[in-house]
């Protein structure tokens, strides 16, 4: 092969690159900001280590509706080398669960703890979200 034709191909593939990190990038904010502009948040956990469950793993969304926030979980599976995700469960967390007598209006440091736990700040409470994939568990700190 040429040179110059070897040359062009490469720059091809870095151009690719380039192209395909600006999909990506316009794609969040996108879903995030003009799909729909009630999403504050959004934070993907961490990938299953389960063999039974590969490709697979929870998002956390955070809406605001009215005047207070809510939180959903999605359960989004990839398919083969990580494409074409599909959102396969998706629940709210239910708000007696967490507001108590007062609304959620602040959510910050959402932290995941493993593939199906997560924690975050609501308000000034800190909770942990546990087994995302059956029935959950709240516990307020």
């Given at each position: 092969?040429?040179?110059n034709i070897?040359s062009?191909?490469?720059n091809?593939?870095k ?8 999909l990506?990038y ?6 995030a900001n ?8 959004i934070?993907t956990?961490?990938?299953s280590?389960s063999?039974?469950i590969?490709?697979a ?6 809406i ?5 926030l ?20 998706s ?5 007696d669960?967490?507001?108590?007598e007062?609304?959620?209006?602040r959510?910050?440091n959402?932290n995941?703890?493993s ?12 909770y ?9 568990v709240?516990i307020k700190?």
């Amino acid at each position: 092969m040429s040179q110059n034709i070897k040359s062009i191909l490469r720059n091809l593939g870095k151009i690719a690159i380039v192209v395909l990190l600006a999909l990506i990038y316009f794609e969040v904010g996108l879903y995030a900001n003009e799909v729909d502009p009630h999403i504050t948040e959004i934070s993907t956990g961490p990938f299953s280590k389960s063999r039974n469950i590969e490709r697979a793993r929870f998002r956390c969304v955070v809406i605001i509706q009215e005047v207070s926030l809510s939180v959903f979980v999605e359960k989004i599976e990839y398919g083969e080398e990580n494409c074409c995700l599909k959102v396969v469960k998706s629940y709210q967390i239910a708000p007696d669960k967490l507001e108590g007598e007062y609304k959620l209006y602040r959510i910050s440091n959402i932290n995941w703890l493993s593939y199906d736990s997560f924690s975050f700040t609501g308000n000034s409470t800190n909770y942990t979200i546990k087994n995302l994939d059956g029935d959950y568990v709240v516990i307020k700190d």
